[in-house]
């Protein structure tokens, strides 16, 4: 296995700004995800756990510096680098007035699965998600834990090696944040590297093992839970978090 | 070819949800077309069957002025009502205001005399011309004799009608009279009856001729002027559905992810192409068969489709394709759904003004005229009235399809532009 084969993610001397010169800046930044990791990014608001997300599938192209998924550089190989992983947006991003059966049908279509693929896919993801009793209502009609599901079902519908995650329990409720981690530590045992950033640290300690701490763009900590905590004597990540960034509003 | 079938089936649900969208798309042309056409046909037929209803108050007593109405009713145009020749001036503004009456004449009392008086002098002018004596005694000749009161709804262009046809009468009436006195002048006796009569009736017909390029007689009525245009403005409408539709994409999430994905986003306009073209072809389909099927029931004139159908299919495919162009670039452009809303419509209905859907072209300023050609609208026009009212065929068509497809290129192009500009391909 080559060095590049080791790594899910690599982004090699990062350099970033918006241009209208507003939100954070990225100097040099470099991170390395191995293959089969359960990447955990955590930070306060407008640290640029979003930013980098964006910056890791191609949705925003850096000044400089590379990015590459499982060895193929996102800038130079075009649409094609897309089928190797997938994403869930904080936003709900899909279609409010479809089924999840027929957003699934679509979304299938477009990660570039048959048609045979696509309708295998959407019947053992709807099942999986427990959507399946709610396959043919409208998705505007459902609650948020339930439009959660079905914004991870259509990131995973390809089964990609990489999987982006977007803070993808925000808002929904304790039963749907156990299925959602639940459902994640699952594709992980089957080979997906999970890319994952929240807010919410106690998800470091059921989902990450090996967690981020970014602030202002740039990685102020890294390691598995425990080491983290032991290095910067710290007895809950809550303070750890708090010792590293500051108590200061960020937003 | 998979993804972009279920791209369509995703775009075509999504429009099938839509229900103001839908309502924008067909109910509002299906009402339009009626409506338009149901008055302009009520207003053709003011002037054609119904005739305008029109008071005579005669005050003179000699018998030019009752040859005088004889000759206006004769004309077709008017339905007389004699009222009582005491009645004052004023009393008359106020019989039609009571009765809602569009038109009165009032005859004046010195009507025969001030004829007679006009014929003598020119019969006596035509003597001297030949050579012979005739009475060239000085009569002093006012204008049109008559006096015509109307109410301010009446149009300008049914005012000048009216005006022309009580000249017309008029005319008759006094040739006759000169005629008459120049044959007697001559010959020493009155005009054979014979002979009057047929001035009197001797109307000359004139073949009215439409210019189609087939030669053919049909004469166009006002479903064919109507029909054709607010389809074409149906099309252009869509604007609202489509040009949302793009804006709700780009502004909620699922742009975000499409861009994520190893699909173009042309699978996506290729899809909202297809669709709203489809879209375009049931509104074409729904409004012709209304013309067809609905309009004799409501008793307006029946649409009759052209001969060269093939031509019918593909300058409607031409218009669609363009309407539907149009939407796009509105959609990539537009930031809100507002902004998509309002731009469309507003644009729509200049663009329609312009392109002589709302006025025909030639009615318009000169100005507005030579503008004419910006508006895409106009081009879909021009090509259906080539084949509804002109009979043409595919090849009379040409000249009007190339603009428009010129037209289509170019929006084409500007929203391919913007779609890059924008970062969303």
């Excluded at chain 2, 007389?80 to 009393?91: C, E, F, I, T």
């Excluded at chain 2, 072809?281 to 009759?304: D, E, N, R, S, W």
């Amino acid at each position: 296995m080559g060095v590049a084969d080791q790594y899910a993610v690599e982004v090699n001397n990062l350099n970033f700004r918006y241009q209208e010169n507003s939100g954070v800046n990225f100097n040099g930044l470099n991170l390395k995800i191995p293959k089969g990791e359960r990447f955990g990014l955590f930070g306060p608001n407008g640290a640029g756990k979003t930013t980098l997300m964006s910056l890791m599938t191609g949705l925003l192209t850096a000044q400089s510096g590379d990015v590459s998924l499982l060895g193929q550089s996102i800038p130079g190989k075009g649409k094609q680098v897309n089928k190797l992983f997938g994403f869930v947006p904080q936003d709900f991003s899909f279609y409010q007035e479809l089924t999840p059966a027929e957003n699934l049908e679509f979304f299938g279509a477009w990660s570039g699965l048959s048609k045979i693929q696509t309708r295998q896919r959407t019947d053992e993801l709807l099942q999986i998600l427990g959507l399946a009793d709610v396959r043919n209502k409208q998705v505007q009609q459902f609650s948020g834990g339930m439009k959660r599901r079905v914004n991870l079902a259509i990131g995973v519908i390809h089964q990609p090696k990489v999987l982006f995650l977007d803070e993808p329990t925000v808002g929904v409720d304790v039963q749907t944040r156990h299925a959602i981690i639940n459902y994640l530590l699952q594709l992980n045992a089957e080979g997906t590297t999970l890319v994952y950033t929240s807010h919410q640290l106690s998800e470091a300690e059921d989902l990450c093992n090996d967690i981020a701490l970014f602030d202002q763009g740039t990685i102020i900590a890294r390691g598995d839970l425990q080491s983290l905590m032991n290095d910067h004597q710290q007895e809950s990540l809550e303070g750890l978090f708090l010792n590293l960034t500051g108590k200061n509003f960020r937003d | 070819m998979y993804k972009l079938w279920a791209t369509i089936k995703k775009d075509t649900r999504i429009l099938l949800r839509d229900k103001v969208g839908l309502l924008l798309m067909f109910v509002m042309p299906i009402l339009l077309v009626i409506i338009v056409t149901g008055i302009q046909n009520s207003t053709f037929e003011l002037m054609d069957k119904s005739r305008l209803a029109m008071l005579i108050c005669n005050r003179d007593t000699g018998k030019l002025s009752g040859q005088f109405v004889e000759s206006l009713n004769r004309i077709g145009m008017f339905k007389l009502q004699q009222v009582s020749n005491k009645q004052s001036d004023a009393q008359l503004k106020n019989l039609m205001k009571t009765r809602n009456e569009l038109l009165t004449v009032i005859v004046p009392a010195d009507f025969t005399a001030k004829v007679s008086a006009r014929a003598k002098n020119i019969s006596g002018k035509a003597l001297n011309s030949f050579g012979l004596q005739g009475d060239t005694t000085k009569t002093k000749l006012d204008g049109l004799p008559l006096t015509l009161y109307y109410q301010p709804v009446l149009q300008e262009q049914y005012r000048v009608s009216v005006n022309s046809a009580l000249k017309s009468a008029l005319q008759i009436v006094q040739s006759r009279e000169t005629l008459r006195r120049l044959y007697f002048e001559i010959n020493e006796k009155p005009l054979p009856e014979n002979l009057e009569k047929e001035l009197l009736n001797g109307q000359t017909n004139i073949s009215q001729q439409p210019v189609s390029v087939s030669g053919s007689r049909k004469v166009p009525n006002a479903s064919e002027h109507n029909v054709p245009g607010w389809t074409i403005f149906a099309m252009f409408f869509v604007v609202i559905s489509l040009g949302g539709s793009l804006v709700r994409e780009k502004v909620s999430g699922s742009f975000i992810r499409l861009k994520t994905l190893p699909t173009d986003f042309t699978v996506g306009l290729a899809s909202k192409m297809i669709t709203y073209l489809g879209v375009t072809m049931v509104q074409t389909i729904v409004i012709f068969a209304i013309g067809l099927l609905l309009f004799p029931a409501l008793h307006l004139p029946k649409l009759h489709l052209p001969a060269d159908l093939l031509a019918l299919v593909i300058v409607t495919l031409f218009c669609g394709l363009c309407a539907v162009s149009y939407a796009i670039c509105i959609g990539i452009f537009a930031n809100t759904q507002e902004q998509a809303n309002g731009i469309g419509a507003v644009s729509i209905v200049i663009l329609s003004a312009i392109g002589g859907l709302m006025v025909p072209s030639f009615a318009m300023p000169e100005f507005f005229q030579a503008i004419a050609g910006i508006s895409p609208l106009h081009w879909c026009l021009e090509a259906y009235y080539k084949l509804f009212l002109e009979d043409g065929t595919l090849a009379d068509v040409l000249p009007n399809l190339l603009p428009l497809l010129v037209v289509t290129v170019v929006l084409l192009s500007i929203a391919f532009v913007g779609l890059k500009r924008k970062k969303l391909i």
